[in-house]
């Protein structure tokens, strides 16, 4: 089935209103440059190397263009942080864009835990404490083994993201390269025509007068968001037609997971859509693939997640994945 749509098909729909509505930021260029420079490097070497684009974290929604006040979405980054390693070490470069301050590759064995701070992992002459000596030892020689064949890029609104990934996509779009979408992105948001320059005031008096009123005769904060655009159908169909897409549908409810991800597969008929739910995210996900309709599960137990993470058996399935699709369209 094609997945191509010409210029001609360009309509005027919520998707390209998007970019017309909502500013580009002011690290796109820097980052487009940072992007190109690595793909360059990429090309250099004559082995077509296989890149892929690793999405982690989750996306703001800031109610406010002078942001105090946002709505985030859930997400440590673990998927995306523990992905990108797994793809390095099958010798793919990787493209990683997170939320900033989200968790990062070798970096994320030692962020972010609730009973270890960073000043633990020193004594108190400010050596690294012998009980973790030998993990950051390893972390700090794969982050530098590594570090060219990764490159890091972030994001902190939806905005940010949309405007990434448009632009990286169009940079990337080959046979060779694969779009991981891990990251947790909002489905709403406020769209920047009706966001207010300042912080929304709790007391009428100080109110925007030229935007919307945000606080009611109640004095109760109303929010009015817009929905997202569905851009994955653009990226399937125009900007990486000729890439691997893999899309991430997280669920809270178990009866919902297998409806929602057949239906995403379905409405914008990319490769593969990985399910997981909330709860077990860490040691459960399904697959599901447009070519076989069919679900592969992959479950670990607490035994089996003492020796490895869940992201090794995910990227193994999913890079034999990528070496079939190529070889297919030979
Ligand atoms: O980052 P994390 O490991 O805490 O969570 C990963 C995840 C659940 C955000 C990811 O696997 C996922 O499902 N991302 C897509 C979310 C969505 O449906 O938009």
Redesign the pocket.
């Known amino acids: 089935m094609s997945r191509v749509s010409s210029v001609c098909d360009v309509e005027d729909t919520p998707e390209d209103r998007y970019f017309l509505n909502n500013p580009k930021p002011e690290s796109l260029d820097d980052l487009i440059l940072k992007t190109s420079n690595f793909m360059n490097n990429c090309n250099k070497s004559e082995n077509n190397d296989k890149i892929v684009l690793v999405t982690?974290?989750?996306t703001s929604v800031p109610l406010e263009n002078n942001t105090v006040r946002f709505i985030d979405n859930?997400?440590?980054?673990?998927?995306?942080a523990s992905s990108a390693e797994q793809f390095l070490f099958k010798g793919y470069k990787v493209i990683f864009l997170h939320r900033e301050f989200s968790?990062q590759p070798f970096n994320r064995h030692f962020m972010r835990f609730t009973n270890v701070s960073f000043l633990d992992y020193f004594d108190s002459n400010g050596e690294i404490a012998p009980k973790y000596k030998k993990e950051l030892v390893e972390m700090k020689r794969l982050s530098d083994l590594y570090k060219d064949q990764l490159l890091m890029l972030t994001f902190t609104s939806v905005n940010d993201y949309l405007w990434a990934l448009r632009s990286i996509a169009i940079l990337l779009n080959n046979r060779n390269c694969i779009f991981y979408?891990?990251?947790?992105?909002s489905d709403f948001y406020v769209p920047y025509d009706k966001l207010p320059e300042h912080k929304i005031q709790s007391r009428s008096e100080f109110q925007d007068e030229s935007k919307k009123k945000h606080i009611n005769e109640s004095g109760k904060l109303v929010l009015d968001l817009d929905p997202v655009p569905k851009f994955l159908r653009d990226l399937v169909q125009t900007w990486a037609n000729n890439s691997m897409i893999i899309s991430?549908?997280?669920e809270t409810d178990p009866n919902l997971l297998i409806v929602k991800a057949k239906q995403a597969l379905e409405n914008y008929n990319h490769q593969l859509v990985?399910g997981?739910l909330?709860d077990t995210?860490?040691r459960e996900v399904v697959i599901l693939s447009e070519k076989t309709a069919d679900e592969t599960w992959i479950r670990m137990t607490d035994e089996e997640l003492k020796q490895t993470c869940i992201e090794e058996l995910i990227v193994d399935n999913i890079t034999q994945r990528h070496t079939e699709w190529i070889n297919s369209s030979d």
């Open positions: 982690s974290g989750g859930f997400s440590a980054g673990t998927r995306g968790l979408l891990a990251a947790a992105v991430f549908k997280l990985i997981n909330l995210r860490n």
